[in-house]
């Protein structure tokens, strides 16, 4: 009897200190309601917000029935060759669609037409959203005017960034699964590091120590960058001879990408253990912060899913800018000069989060 | 009935059948038949009913047993009489779905009358449709029937359909008897047989 009344002073006492702690309360609560309205969202996109820019050399009532059937599931845009071609060279459409002149007269007297799709493979699923809805409308126009099923419609498929014209799920979520395991280390270790600083008393000995503070959270977030680079490298790897992930062809690219976009999540979680105050606030303040930049940057499903207000929004993320570097080279097999300005962007946003974060963090006074 | 109600009774059938009778050449009933197509195509209604209302209309323009026959040239000698009725029926549904869904593709066609030609006892209708960027041409094999005439063939620039048939035909006919043919063409156009759906262009 004792012993469970001095039980319910303990629970008494602990419920008290949590209740002190009303951000991290607060946290527990709109964090998680704010990354389930996150998570809901980007699954509110589908094939329509898919650019599919066609080139209709044909002009004719056929390639009209089909851009027509096209428009029901995808987002057409009728562009020249040379614009189309553009389009799928920067990653901003999955495929372009030549659909050749003389097609509406070939189809209309039974005379099979070869239609172009030149592709880029490493937006895997956004290709065969585009294939899906061809044989869709390929069978719409076919079925009835050809009655005994004659192909007329020919598919030649063509990449524009590189030799292969397909890869497999796993070498396009590898990257994606170890961009988010990197991300929630990096958060973690670097928010409860700076805070753990507080509860070994050390806070204040590095706060007269005669060092300026941006060496002592550069000297600290190095040494994580470079635990990051060698997790990401070593999953990659691990990728590499287990499921035969391509890593690019130039290892120099490939290293610069992994360093770009370790500092970039490494210098952006000094921001979140600036905003999260206390030990209890890490957890809800990392799980949404590494939530929805994993979600909104396409580490886990297809960018294309997410509504189009969301896809800008994520342009801001550095995630989204990490996985595109990360395709570029490991699956686009570009060098550095191609994916140059994406490293840039990453390199100047983690100086960036840098700067903010060291203006943001502050112990707490012991 | 007074001579007034007679009258009034004969002015009555005179009117109703006079497009049929002034349909009197070949071209003008083409004509006559094709701008009614073109009305049902430029409707807002769905798929399937302009295809219903088109199967209607056509119903008196194509002589789809002669093309059926003549698309089967020497194979029809394989089929029994009871076989040819049914797939003279079903060739009527194919023919008019596959002159249809041609026809369909053009979303608002404008046809040009080129004029008529007698040849070889038939009379041939060049017509066009005119798309912005390109012309077809569909030419139309006419038989008098009666009061108007029927079309034994449709050519869409080369390609003759009862020719296109033949071929086809031939090919499944070398391989195949004529049941097996009779069933793959129940299946798509038999009672039963899977309706096209709204969107199809």
Redesign the interface.
């Given at each position: 009897m004792n012993n469970l009344r001095k039980l319910l002073w303990v629970f008494r006492k602990d419920l008290r200190l949590i209740a002190r702690d009303r951000a991290a309360l607060a946290f527990m609560v709109i964090v998680p309601i704010i990354v389930i309205l996150v998570v809901a969202e980007t699954q509110g996109g589908g094939s329509e917000n898919i650019l599919l820019p066609v080139v209709n050399e044909d002009q004719g009532p056929v390639a009209n029935a089909l851009i027509k059937v096209f428009r029901e599931h995808l987002d057409v845009k009728e562009v020249d060759r040379a614009t189309g071609e553009n389009l799928v060279r920067r990653s901003e459409a999955a495929a372009v669609m030549v659909l050749p002149g003389e097609m509406s007269k070939r189809y209309l007297t039974n005379r099979p037409s070869t239609i172009e799709l030149l592709t880029d493979p490493a937006q895997g699923r956004e290709l065969s959203a585009i294939k899906a809805v061809m044989l869709l409308a390929d069978r719409d126009a076919a079925s009835l005017g050809d009655p005994f099923h004659e192909e007329l419609l020919d598919m030649k498929e063509r990449s524009l960034v590189g030799d292969r014209l397909k890869f497999s799920s796993l070498e396009q979520n590898v990257p994606g699964f170890a961009v988010t395991f990197v991300l929630l280390s990096l958060v973690f270790s670097v928010a409860f590091g700076l805070r753990d600083e507080e509860a070994w008393g050390t806070s204040g000995r590095i706060a007269i120590a005669p060092v300026a503070p941006w060496a002592v959270l550069g000297g600290k977030l190095l040494a994580r960058l470079v635990m990051g680079a060698l997790q990401l490298t070593l999953l990659l790897l691990f990728g590499h001879f287990m499921y035969k992930l391509s890593l690019g062809h130039s290892v120099l690219a490939f290293t610069l990408t992994v360093l770009a976009v370790v500092s970039s999540m490494a210098c952006f979680s000094v921001i979140v253990a600036a905003v999260a105050r206390t030990r209890e606030q890490i957890i809800p303040v990392g799980l949404s912060a590494m939530f929805i930049l994993a979600s909104i940057g396409g580490c886990w499903w297809p960018f294309f899913e997410q509504p189009r207000w969301m896809q800008t929004v994520a342009q801001a993320a550095m995630t989204t800018w990490s996985m595109s570097a990360l395709h570029d080279v490991m699956l686009r097999q570009r060098g550095v000069l191609e994916v140059g300005p994406k490293l840039l962007f990453l390199f100047a946003y983690a100086a960036v989060c840098f700067a903010i974060g060291q203006r943001l963090f502050r112990y707490a006074e012991s | 009935m007074t001579d007034m109600r007679r009258l009034l009774l004969l002015c009555s059938l005179w009117l109703a059948l006079a497009p049929a009778a002034f349909a009197a050449t070949a071209l003008d009933y083409t004509r006559n038949i094709l701008e009614k197509a073109r009305a049902i195509v430029n409707t807002d209604q769905d798929h399937n009913k302009k295809l219903a209302d088109l199967q209607a209309l056509l119903k008196d323009f194509l002589d789809t047993d002669q093309m059926g026959r003549d698309a089967l040239a020497d194979h029809a000698k394989q089929f029994s009489p009871a076989q040819m009725t049914e797939f003279l029926g079903l060739f009527r549904t194919?023919f008019q779905?596959?002159y249809l869904?041609?026809l369909l593709?053009?979303?608002k066609p404008v046809f040009d009358y080129v004029g008529e030609t007698p040849v070889d006892g038939f009379t041939r209708v060049d017509t066009t449709i005119d798309?912005?960027?390109?012309q077809?041409s569909v030419t139309y094999r006419m038989r008098p029937a009666g009061d108007h005439w029927l079309a034994t063939d449709i050519q869409?620039?080369?390609?003759s359909l009862t020719n296109?048939f033949r071929q086809?035909l031939d090919r499944?006919l070398s391989k195949g008897s004529a049941e097996t043919l009779l069933d793959s063409m129940r299946r798509?156009?038999g009672k039963g047989a899977a309706e096209?759906?709204d969107?199809?262009?």
């Open positions: - | 194919l779905r596959t869904q041609k593709f053009f979303e798309t912005p960027r390109d077809f869409v620039e080369d390609l296109n086809q499944l798509k156009y096209p759906k969107d199809e262009p």
